[in-house]
Nanobody
């Protein structure tokens, strides 16, 4: 079993940057692909980014491609989402999640963190 705890959210002006972290418990962390999802008020939870088990491959939603960077440090059981050039439409609760599949679909994720709020002001 994997427990996930996100941190690093906050309030930032448009054009600014934030780095989210997600710390995982458990010795099997490196067996899981990891994803970031986000959910804005009144909207469905949507895929943001995915990283493979060893961090060799990453995939991004078109809306964040070129602005966000997903990385992981398996020695620290932690993943990071560097978010640059933030826009008001990036405002949402951001969740990290673990899956045995490299998937963009939230239904394929077995473990979820509690979420961290990101608010981008215009």
């Amino acid at each position: 079993q994997v427990q996930l705890v996100e941190s690093g959210g906050g309030l930032v002006q448009a054009g600014g940057s934030l780095r989210l972290s997600c710390a995982a418990s458990g010795r099997t962390f490196r067996r899981y692909a990891m994803g970031w999802f986000r959910q804005a008020p009144g909207k469905e939870r949507e895929f943001v980014a995915l990283i493979s088990e060893l961090g060799l491959s990453t995939y991004y939603a078109e809306s964040v491609e070129g602005r966000f960077t997903f990385s992981r440090d398996n020695a620290k059981n932690t993943v990071y989402l560097q978010m640059n050039s933030l826009k008001p439409e990036d405002t949402a609760v951001y969740y990290c999640a673990a899956s045995e599949q490299r998937s963009r679909f939230k239904e394929d994720y077995d473990y979820w963190g509690q979420g961290t709020q990101v608010t981008v002001s215009s």
